[in-house]
């Protein structure tokens, strides 16, 4: 084994020491999706911290959030980018994007853009390096696609992220057709080589909540 195994205790850890603010935001918008009967699928509080490091960083101004899910990850991106920025946020369900408009109200938050349908056809319509930026958490059999809009939508030295690329600790293994997350698990190990073999990206997988992909774009 290397590296430290990541208990529950030491996650606690990390969360209560380095992302309490983000913690306290997620149980704020939460509590409405909820409410809603919207899935708790959001990103984790210290994957949230950790793409506030990375867009401060970068001084990132422009973010686009692929699957806006309740708000949760267009929130954050947001505090981290500051007003003078802007985060467009791109939804499918109605219902998620109308639960997110108003967490994001609620949090005095005024520069998400949520655009509400197919993620694909709302990037194909944008103009090249347009963005900082791009997290990419919706349909896992999209994120080839995403990737590869994202390459022509993100400025040189700009950021490409990936959730879920740990596939929910399936992602070093051969899944069966019979199992029920082959379809995600798959598309997620064809995502990650897709990373991999990109010339244009300096990448690594991150093991932070179910794992995140970070590219830099070198154009
Ligand atoms: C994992 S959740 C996003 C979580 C969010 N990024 C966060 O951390 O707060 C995925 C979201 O993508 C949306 N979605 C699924 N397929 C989509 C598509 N084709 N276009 C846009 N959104 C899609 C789902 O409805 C869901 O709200």
């Known amino acids: 084994m290397k590296g430290t195994p990541l208990t529950d205790h030491t996650c606690e850890y990390i969360v209560s020491n380095f992302a309490s603010d983000e913690r306290v935001l997620l149980q704020r918008m939460s509590a409405r999706a909820q409410a809603a009967g919207i899935p708790m699928i959001m990103i984790a509080e210290e994957q949230a911290k950790f793409v506030k490091v990375f867009l401060r960083a970068i ?15 267009a929130a954050i991106m947001s505090q981290a980018i500051g007003a003078d920025g802007e985060v467009v946020s791109l939804e499918f369900n109605p219902e998620h994007a109308e639960v997110a408009k ?23 319509s944008m103009k090249d390096n347009i963005f900082d ?24 030295g700009g950021v490409i992220a990936g959730d879920n690329a740990l596939a929910l600790g399936k992602i070093a293994t051969e899944v069966e057709p019979d199992d029920s997350d082959f379809v995600s698990v798959t598309a997620l190990q064809e995502f990650n080589r897709a990373i991999t073999a990109e010339p244009s990206l300096f990448s690594i997988l991150a093991p932070i909540g179910d794992g995140m992909v970070i590219g830099v774009v070198q154009k």
Do not use: C, H, Q
């Open 102 to 124: 108003e967490n994001l109200a609620e949090a005095g938050i005024g520069n998400v853009k949520v655009i509400t349908g197919p993620a694909l056809d709302a990037m194909k």
């Open 59 to 73: 001084k990132a101004k422009r973010v686009l959030d692929v699957g806006t899910l309740f708000g949760y990850s």
């Open 133 to 156: 930026f791009v997290l990419i958490d919706a349909d896992k059999v999209n994120y080839v696609n995403y990737l590869r809009e994202s390459l022509r939508l993100v400025r040189p």
